[in-house]
């Protein structure tokens, strides 16, 4: 383990400030505005689609899985894939891969298998409208406005990190260049609705993949190979714990090994994880706008596959950035040994300076628009599941009944420029977080785990109440933000994202707990009005697709999840 002596230097030199600027050329310029060109063109192609509600909010449930499996892993790939994983690879190594091989992958196999025949199958078109359904309008106006306010949030994030990248490439001021982007992205969501969004998701996974393979391949050489990142990484601030995901004791937070792990695997790999990808609308929408529920349940396990190699194009530059960077190498150094070491340079600055550093013009390019593509697939997918859940859940249920399916048309675009408006003001918040992902793991940890421990309770358990629904809810919310309050104020400490997983398991078993004791002493839905929403009342035909008997091997969602769970095992046994 290095010595720190030197970091009171290192500090100061931090605190005169250093302004980021990418060296761009008329030929990387040029690249950045055909991408913007290409997405606008699709805005106003899916224009042309779009001439009911049902075209505006799920797409006329007509596309096929392959685009929804595509767009359904882009949704994903915004701020938090790309700058807050690399930011995660940049300070913890390995231990990041557990965001993707155990905080995700597991849990959109078992959307796919499990829960996607339920959501299509009820015909709904959202998750709240489940849950109203399920146990009536008390938990389903929890849900809706937390989810509401939790797109907004996370919105500003991606257009927080848009408005950088804009900054940093033209000098603008960060606020102007955050409603330049927030613009741009508003453009084309109002215009074409979930069909421009989940086209622009397709396109935008393929830029972002040709942005970060070669901005891999480049830093990997220029370190000396696989051997030579090892060699350097090992040498480095954190030491060569970095290079074993398991057990992750920097990442979680927890000094004891058996903590950590359990802290990973049950608050990472089962609460966040789960309550994220199996009940979180913006995932979900994109299966809900397919032909079938054969389709539907193919769309998250197709997206499993690019997610399983994503880390290996997002993380390993993090790490590269962490130790060839002269910027990063020295701020890492510096908050190793000072934690609340003042600092212009951020672990979210990871990838920007590695791209300034090994990418030429035309490259670097290439590598801008594939971190604008990343963003804007970020917040026009929280827009537009924004938008829907506002609309049907929100303004239809609660605000206006019964008006003309043209007047909720209008208001989802009216509410899709209101979201954006919102998220400029939430985007500064993001800007006070060295680590992105400490806040949107924060925020997971509020919203997704204990709506997962009411989602999975409910759908299992048809003696659960209504009551119980919005108590459990709210009850699980509480916990969760009590604990991160308590941290903040010292009251405990953990560092790392350890406070997240002990929000997200605290908010899951106090949810579950308060379900069960509301539940014994209120009255539960008649067995009849749950038919499709509770998996013992739910006959076999209702959760199958009469043609998924006659489908080739490769379009069978169970035998798809079985060997992507492999891999996953694999790869945990590999980097462990």
């Known amino acids: 383990m290095p010595q720190f002596e030197d970091s009171q230097e290192v500090v100061s030199t931090f605190a005169e400030g250093e302004v980021l600027r990418l060296d761009a050329q008329a030929v990387d310029y040029a690249i950045v505005a055909l991408y913007f060109v290409f997405v606008l063109g699709i805005g106003l192609l899916a224009r042309k689609r779009v001439s009911s509600s049902m075209d505006f909010f799920l797409s006329g449930r007509s ?66 409208e489940f849950m109203r359904r399920r146990f009536g309008t008390g938990a389903h106006l929890v849900n809706a406005l937390s989810f509401a306010i939790a797109q907004v949030l996370i919105a500003g994030v991606n257009l927080y990190l848009l408005g950088t990248i804009l900054n940093v490439l033209l ?54 190979g696989w051997s030579g990142l090892e060699d350097k990484v090992a040498t480095s601030p954190g030491g060569p ?36 990808w199996t009940t979180n609308f913006v995932e979900v929408q994109r299966a809900l706008a397919t032909h079938s529920i054969a389709a539907a349940r193919r769309t998250p396990i197709i997206g499993a596959y690019p997610k399983i190699l994503i880390p290996l194009i997002v993380i390993i530059p993090g ?16 908050v190793t040994a000072n934690p609340d070491v003042d600092s212009d340079v951020t672990y979210n600055d990871a990838l920007l300076y590695l791209m300034k550093e090994v990418l030429p013009n035309g490259l670097l390019g290439v590598g801008l628009a594939g971190l604008l593509a990343a ?18 859940d929100l303004w239809q249920q609660y605000v206006v009944k019964d008006r003309s399916d043209k007047y909720y048309l209008t208001v989802g675009r009216l509410a899709t420029v209101g979201a954006t408006v919102a998220a400029i003001f939430t985007a500064f918040i993001a800007g006070g977080f ?26 299992f358990w048809k003696r659960m109440t209504p009551t119980a629904g919005w108590t459990g809810l709210v009850a699980g919310t509480a916990v969760a933000v009590t604990i991160f309050v308590l941290n903040e104020t010292g009251v405990f400490s953990l560092s790392g994202q350890g406070v997240s997983f002990v929000a997200a398991g605290a908010a899951f078993v106090v949810d579950i707990l308060v379900s069960v004791a509301v539940t014994m002493v209120t009255a539960p839905k008649p067995a009849a009005e749950l038919v499709g929403l509770v998996y013992s009342e739910t006959p076999r035909e209702m959760r199958t697709d009469p043609e998924a008997a006659t489908l080739p091997w490769y379009q069978r969602p169970v035998l798809l999840a079985g060997i992507a769970l492999i891999l996953v095992i694999i790869l945990n046994i590999v980097t462990g």
């Open 434 to 459: 060295s680590n992105i992902m400490d806040y949107l793991q924060t925020l997971f940890s509020f919203f997704n785990a204990p709506l997962f421990a009411t989602f999975i309770l409910g759908m």
């Open 375 to 392: 963003f804007m697939a970020g917040m026009a997918a929280n827009v537009s599941a924004f938008n829907t859940v506002f609309s049907i």
């Open 63 to 128: 596309l096929p899985a392959w685009v929804t499996g595509l767009a359904f892993i882009s949704a994903n790939l915004g701020a938090v894939e790309i700058m807050g994983m690399s930011a995660n690879g940049a300070e913890y190594g390995f231990p990041a891969f557990h965001y993707f091989w155990i905080g995700a992958v597991p849990a959109m196999l078992f959307l796919g298998v499990v829960m996607m025949p339920f959501y299509y199958g009820s015909k709904v078109r959202s998750v709240p």
């Open 241 to 276: 714990e970095q290079l074993d995901s398991w057990p992750g004791n920097a990442l979680s937070g927890f000094a004891n090994d058996f903590l950590s792990i359990l802290g990973i695997v049950f608050g990472l790999g089962f609460v966040l994880s789960f309550g994220y």
């Open 319 to 334: 790490m590269i950035s962490a130790v060839l960077v002269p910027q990063m190498a020295e701020y890492k150094q510096a």
């Open 171 to 224: 000098g603008w001021p960060l606020w102007v260049a955050v409603i330049a982007a927030a613009v741009i992205v508003l453009s084309y969501i109002t215009l074409g609705g979930l069909s421009a969004a989940i086209y622009n998701e397709v396109l935008q996974f393929f830029v972002i993949v040709a942005a970060l393979l070669p901005l891999t391949l480049i830093g990997l050489h220029r370190v000396g």
